[in-house]
């Protein structure tokens, strides 16, 4: 379990704020995610979680233990990828894999089986004995995420671990969070890629200038609200724009009638009774839901 209590980091001589007291938690068995504009702050919190860099004020909980006055043992429970993962320049992958082994003292035989397992499961088995630095961008990020996973850590700190992945890469990600998931590991996932949330996240924490702005839960981000609702009909007139006008704003696309409003599923039954009792045949009809993405731009846009 993940608990940041009142996190604060300045940099410059304190004059940049870059996470302005924030607190929240990652239970054990739960994804949560992570999102905001670059420089909201994003990274700045997952360096301070694992302890890569000292928060300014605030303290951090890795499975009760403090990241700052117990670093050594707190993070023996944390996976860690960064948002731009590098390697030594001329050192193979596994052997890399083995070197990290060593940190948590797994005997060598038990380091290379954990090691080749675990580039099985990212699908690098076959690159095994390559420079882990000359994979592409996408490799390198299955890679670091194999080698976060070398003892087997309670928490999960992820930071853009889908960036540079092509959409095969990314549904094995989502794939392994989610057995990770399964397994009771805590996980921190800091992404761009909103609409991958939707469908992974539990909770979605939304952050802007080192604050945050907002948190959905799962359901939340399921109810958004509706954008509009989409007909078609065996044929588009004016007696039909003018019929729908009284439900919201209407707009006609080729064969298609876009009502936008505030509307819910009882507007939708209303709709399809009006249209029906006017002699018109819908083929289809649909409610238009706002997506996360929608939800994160029209909030940001209201904090700006």
């Known amino acids: 379990m993940i608990i940041i209590e009142n996190l604060r980091k300045t940099y410059n001589h304190k004059s940049k704020i870059a996470v302005d007291g924030i607190s929240f938690s990652v239970n054990n068995g739960e994804i949560l995610g992570l999102v905001g504009l670059n420089g909201a702050g994003k990274t700045t919190t997952i360096n301070a979680s694992c302890g890569v860099i000292l928060p300014s004020g605030g303290r951090i909980l890795i499975d009760d233990m403090e990241i700052v006055e117990e670093k ?51 699908g690098l088995e076959e690159d095994a004995y390559r420079p882990a630095s000359a994979y592409s961008q996408g490799m390198k990020k299955r890679f670091a995420l194999a080698s976060a996973m070398i003892s087997n850590p ?80 065996d044929h588009v007139d004016k007696s039909l724009e003018m019929l729908l006008s009284k439900y919201g704003t209407v707009r006609i696309d080729g064969q298609n009638v876009i009502v936008n409003g505030d509307l819910n599923e009882k507007d939708m039954e209303n709709i399809s009774s009006d249209i029906s009792s006017h002699g018109y045949r819908i083929s289809h009809l649909d409610l238009e839901k706002k997506s996360l993405e929608e939800y994160f731009l029209t909030l940001i846009g209201e904090a700006l």
Do not use: C
Request: hydrophobic fraction near 40%; glycine fraction near 6%.
């Open 72 to 122: 050594a043992k707190a993070s023996q429970e944390i996976g860690w990828v960064s948002e731009n993962p590098n390697f030594e320049p001329n050192t193979k992958a596994i052997h890399l894999m083995l070197y990290y082994a060593g940190f948590y003292k797994i005997p060598r035989k038990e380091a290379f089986n954990r090691s080749m397992d675990l580039l099985r499961t990212v």
């Open 154 to 233: 309670r928490n999960l700190l992820l930071d853009e671990i889908l960036n540079g992945l092509d959409p095969s890469g990314i549904n094995l990600i989502k794939k392994l969070i989610l057995e990770w998931k399964k397994q009771g590991k805590a996980i921190l996932l800091s992404t761009h890629l909103l609409g991958v949330l939707e469908n992974l996240a539990d909770r979605v924490i939304i952050m802007h200038h080192g604050k945050i702005i907002k948190t959905l839960t799962n359901d939340e981000m399921k109810s958004l609200g509706s954008t509009g609702i989409r007909i078609r009909a």
